[in-house]
């Protein structure tokens, strides 16, 4: 039995537009947390609305730089 490669789910094409979109994302989210982080007094902040902002914002730009790395050639 031969081997099959290993093929990637996401055209190779793709990775530079995708890399742009998600780090786009990735930034939103990060200035959207920074603007309320600023703006808002401590007895009116959330835990969870500054969880997952930042969770959001870190999932987009660690993708974002995923295929900016694979984009450029480096594959990891």
Request: glycine residues 0%; negative net charge.
């Given at each position: 039995?031969?081997?099959?490669?290993?093929?990637?789910?996401?055209?190779?094409?793709?990775?530079?537009t995708l890399s742009g979109i998600t780090?786009?994302?990735g930034l939103i989210v990060t200035a959207f947390f920074f603007i309320y982080e600023a703006t808002s007094s401590r007895k009116n902040r959330s835990l969870g609305m500054?969880?997952?902002?930042?969770?959001?914002?870190?999932l987009f730009l660690g993708f974002g730089s995923l295929f900016l790395l694979l984009a450029s050639g480096v594959y990891v």
């Open positions: 039995m031969a081997a099959t490669p290993i093929a990637s789910p996401i055209a190779v094409a793709m990775y530079p780090l786009a994302i500054e969880l997952s902002t930042a969770a959001a914002a870190s």
